[in-house]
């Protein structure tokens, strides 16, 4: 039963499995039961999530003692054979590692030794040299499992938590290399949104200038190279929280002098991502300083390993673009279209289509440039200092779109409606907002924004006034805690904002809503 209450949850909440972690002695007739139970919670998760995890960690012994073995040996094996891996405590040895791989035969990837970062007993010391354990782990061809990343915040590690954080994964990347690739199917979407920001915008428009975390709202990460104090790279890309973003929390922000340089390159992705007899169309939102432009580098390689590289230039001058780069990329591509959004300060979208049919695309590039001159014209805006802003990127076949159900597809309600009296006739409301859909299908629709509409005088179901911003939900619920009621308003009107996987929102005025008469 409680396996099966255990699945549930993790498919509800989107969990990716479950670490298991018995750090108690139990008596040894007690563990041939754990061991059943490991096993039926392992193939019950994967009946019920396919891609799940359970993973047991380094702790009671199969003699139902509590001895950490820092390997994995006959004390630990039962339970890493009825399950889909053991996390090795971190206090093991040069040659534990190259022990367990040989324990575990084919499935020595299956076996992620425990790094602290905090350096407790850890191997190598953890902290700035948590890569000296990850070099001794990569060698021996096992995993790693790092506790507590969290160690570059909450020890305020100077000069400040980005920089810090991007040196310190940075170290991790040099030594492991790049260990994903995306994109790799259609449609992909990033914001570049890492959870957590000081305002949150919707398509460019700011919905709050209150600070938040919220880790679903985390989308892919660029590979934005760390670079410290050199002075080498005339221009930094940083995640930029601190200025309007498109979406979400952050953007990509380039900065610096490009007087030395035609054009500089950033990495943003790398890919694996097979293009198919039909056109694929990229969306980008960008905000651009005085004569500061972007673009995307495409590389791709064919079955026979031909490589191309394309050049999805910036809105602008079509002549000068194709003079400047032409010669360097097999093929330089315009935008088919741009919008500027007139409720937004200066982000544009630009969209481009592209035809590579059996082509494969491996890396994206973002290209800072300005437009050079030809010889006997004026120089434009000789100003050497670059500014240029990238807020999204979408990449879809062609004419593909989320088709968002209507209103009236979904079921909507509240539960534990609490209501708490305020100061002059304003009160408190609590409830959980619950959605589901009828008898369609929502598994392309990761995520959901909530608005609240307080409405004044008699109940009018069609009134309309201003939203307010209240969160984000990666499930079908959604907690209201202590929402301020003004006096006056006779109902409260909860919108449930459906997001596509392709960064598109549906309309506010189709989406699902729940109507809440005040008490």
Known sequence: MYAERLAELAVA?????????????????????LIEFVRHLTQTMHASKPDSLV???????????????????????????SCDGI??????????????????????????????????????????????????????????????????YETKQPPDFPTAQNRWWALVEKSWGVMQQYPRSLPFYSNFDQGHGYQFYVHGGLVSNTAWNNISCQSFQPFLEYFGDSESNTIQAHVNFKEASYSGGSSIAFSGDLTNMEHFMERLFEGELLISNLPVQFLCSVKLG??????????????TNERKEVLLASRG????????????????????????????????IEEYNINMEAHRLTTIHAVCYKWKPEVDEPKINAASNYYATLGHLTIKTLGQSVVFPPSTSWVVGGQFINWKPGTQGSKFVS???????????????????????????????????????????????????????????SSLKFIIQVCGVDGSNQNVDECPSYQLVVD
């Not at 990837?109 to 890569?131: E, P, Q």
């Not at 005085?290 to 079955?303: P, Q, R, V, Y």
């Open 317 to 348: 001058n079509a002549l000068l673009t194709m003079n400047q780069f032409s010669s360097k990329f097999s093929a330089v591509i315009m935008p088919c279209q741009v919008t500027e959004l007139e409720t937004t300060k200066g982000w544009v």
């Open 431 to 489: 409830l959980k907002i619950t959605w589901k859909l009828k008898d369609e299908n929502d598994s392309l629709l990761p995520k959901y924004i909530i608005y609240v509409e307080k409405i004044g005088g008699k109940v009018d179901m069609t009134a309309t006034g201003k939203l307010e911003y209240l969160g984000v939900a990666s499930v079908q619920a959604f907690y209201v805690s202590q929402l301020p009621v003004p006096s006056g308003t």
């Open 55 to 81: 993973i047991w960690y380094d702790s009671v012994t199969n003699s139902g003692r509590l001895r950490w073995q820092n390997q994995l040996n006959d004390s630990n094996k039962p339970f890493f054979d």
């Open 87 to 152: 996390f090795v405590n971190y206090f093991w040895m040069t040659d534990y590692p190259m022990r367990s791989a040989e324990v575990a035969g084919e499935r020595r990837f299956d076996v992620y030794m425990g790094i602290d970062v905090f350096g407790r007993n850890t191997y190598g010391g953890g902290k700035w040299n948590t890569h000296i354990a990850l070099d001794v782990l990569k060698k021996d061809s096992v995993s790693a499992a790092i506790f507590a990343p969290g160690w570059v």
């Open 13 to 33: 909440l989107g969990f990716d499995g479950w670490l298991l972690n018995f750090e108690v002695k139990l008596d040894g007739d007690q563990i041939p039961n």
């Open 290 to 303: 005085s004569n500061s432009f972007i673009g995307l580098s495409l590389e791709f390689s064919s079955s």
